[in-house]
């Protein structure tokens, strides 16, 4: 079955750049999306189609990709970035969600 | 703004049949390329997406959960369901109910989001 892999945790020092990847064999095909998550909220939509930003994400979100692997980007990572982000892809008939990838803002 | 609010009971005992509801508030259910979503989370762990449905009825289901899962529509009330049958504590989740665009040409994404109802299997 197919799947999409992510690190299951990053840490990053505050005012420096984050970098999270998401990895699938068939990724260079599929439109990956990003959702940021707090802890006791709903997920929040980052990024989508690969590098678009959603009305009222900051810009110091972005995507990319390069091959089979997505990359979500945050620059200048602040506090308030410290969340688990989750990467989203589909085929055929069936939505996937990595792992999730816990960003640490030490 | 789009609101979604889940309800349903928040205990369920094994075996037993797991029912919630999908209330969409501040727009419509039917609108072009956007199917409605189910999404769980268990505790501490990933999201894992259950099924989408279209406001027309057509399904599309995770194998993980197709034989189990089964979602309806109610577009005169604006509501969406889930059921999931035969539960077992694996089934302990966070639900959450989604806006799914998903034109099915290339991108998809999830752009609304219910707060998420915790369903406990336990006897």
């Known amino acids: 079955s197919y799947e999409v892999t992510q690190p299951p945790s990053v840490s990053v020092s505050p005012g420096q750049t984050a970098s999270i990847t998401c990895s699938g064999d068939?990724?260079?095909?599929?439109?990956v999306c990003w959702y940021q998550q707090k802890p006791g909220q709903s997920p929040v939509l980052v990024i989508y189609?690969?590098?678009r930003r959603p009305t009222g994400i900051p810009e110091r979100f972005s995507g990319s990709k390069s091959g089979n692997t997505a990359t979500l980007t945050i620059s200048g990572t602040q506090a308030m970035d410290e969340a688990d982000y989750h990467c989203?892809?589909?085929?055929?008939?069936?939505?996937?969600f990595g792992g999730g990838t816990k960003l640490t803002v030490l | 703004q789009l609101q979604l609010q889940e309800s349903g009971p928040g205990l369920v005992k094994p075996w037993e049949t797991l029912s919630l509801t999908c209330t969409v508030a501040?727009?419509?259910?039917?609108?072009?390329?956007?199917?409605w979503a189910w999404i769980r989370q268990p505790p501490g762990k990933g999201l894992e997406w259950i099924g989408s449905?279209?406001?027309?009825?057509?399904?599309y289901y995770s194998p993980s959960l197709k034989s189990r899962a089964t979602m309806s529509v109610d577009t005169s009330n604006n509501q969406f369901s889930l059921k999931v049958t035969s539960v077992t504590a694996a089934d302990t989740a966070v639900y959450y109910c989604?806006?799914?665009?998903?034109?099915?040409?290339?991108?998809?994404?999830?752009?609304?989001w219910g707060q998420g109802n915790l369903v406990t299997v336990s006897s």
């Open positions: 989604a806006r799914h665009f998903w034109p099915r040409q290339s991108t998809c994404y999830f752009d609304y």
């Open positions: 501040a727009g419509p259910i039917i609108s072009t390329n956007y199917f």
């Open positions: 449905i279209y406001h027309s009825g057509g399904t």
């Open positions: 068939k990724l260079r095909d599929k439109n």
């Open positions: 189609q690969d590098i």
């Open positions: 989203q892809a589909w085929d055929t008939d069936i939505v996937l």
